[in-house]
């Protein structure tokens, strides 16, 4: 069975700094689905980046890169200029095929400081 | 297009009722996810429909959960004779999977109290 690992329950950064975001993960497929999901204090979780594992490149949107390291089963999550905006839970998620289940980390709440 | 929607947004219920929350994802998108979160934790996979077909529901899930999504439109979720470990937020997820975007859509949940 998949499993996803997040080893960081809980981070704190200053505004504008660049944080980093760790998830691993264990699978025997070769081609798969990666995601970062986050969720903002009582509000619906929202996807911000997502990788496909037959993808050599790193995905990027504006802020917000991954790391993908197929070979160590790493997918780690780099913001950028922090925001206060960006305080919330994130949350590592793998899908095995375009057709199944999503599943997630633990999560890892992020608090950027004034 | 409004979003998934989900139905209550808050339930109380005394511990052994049965509950029931509605799920209304994005129009057209056939594949529905539910999921339930605790404090602090994931979404834990609960049980997943393509259309009206159920795909797979979580080995964890107790014989008093069932789902069902009778027109593959809305779904609902029901939780017979409730157990005070029920208490959890109830997320509901849509997405299309004829095409190639991957990302699934989420509700803003049903938090259920079993007191």
């Known amino acids: 069975a998949q499993t996803v690992t997040q080893s960081q329950p809980e981070m704190s950064v200053q505004e504008a700094e660049t944080v980093t975001l760790s998830c691993t993960y264990d699978?025997?497929?070769?081609?798969?689905?990666l995601f970062w999901y986050k969720q903002p204090p009582s509000r619906q979780m929202i996807l911000v980046i997502r990788?496909?594992?037959?993808?050599?490149q790193n995905a990027t949107e504006n802020r917000f890169s991954v790391n993908f390291q197929k070979a160590a089963k790493s997918f780690s999550l780099k913001i950028s200029d922090s925001q206060l905006g960006d305080t919330a839970m994130y949350f590592c998620?793998?899908?095995?095929?375009?057709?199944?289940?999503?599943?997630f980390g633990k999560g890892t709440r992020l608090h950027i400081l004034p | 297009d409004t979003g998934v929607s989900q139905d209550p947004r808050h339930k109380i219920t005394k511990r052994g009722q049965n509950v029931t929350f509605r799920c209304d994802p994005i129009?057209?998108?056939?594949?529905l996810y539910w999921y339930r979160q605790t404090l602090g934790q994931g979404p834990e996979f609960l049980t997943y429909?393509?259309?009206?077909?159920?795909?797979?529901k979580s080995r964890l899930l107790s014989d008093r959960f069932s789902a069902e999504r009778p027109k593959g439109s809305f779904s609902t979720l029901e939780i017979q004779r409730t157990e005070q470990g029920d208490s959890a937020m109830y997320l509901c997820?849509?997405?299309?999977?004829?095409?190639?975007?991957?990302?699934?859509?989420f509700g803003q949940g049903t938090r259920l109290t079993v007191v």
């Open positions: 429909f393509q259309n009206e077909a159920q795909l797979e």
């Open positions: 998620a793998f899908m095995k095929g375009r057709d199944d289940k999503i599943i």
């Open positions: 129009s057209e998108h056939n594949r």
């Open positions: 699978t025997s497929e070769s081609n798969y689905y």
């Open positions: 990788q496909e594992a037959y993808k050599q």
């Open positions: 997820a849509s997405r299309a999977t004829a095409t190639e975007n991957t990302e699934a859509f």
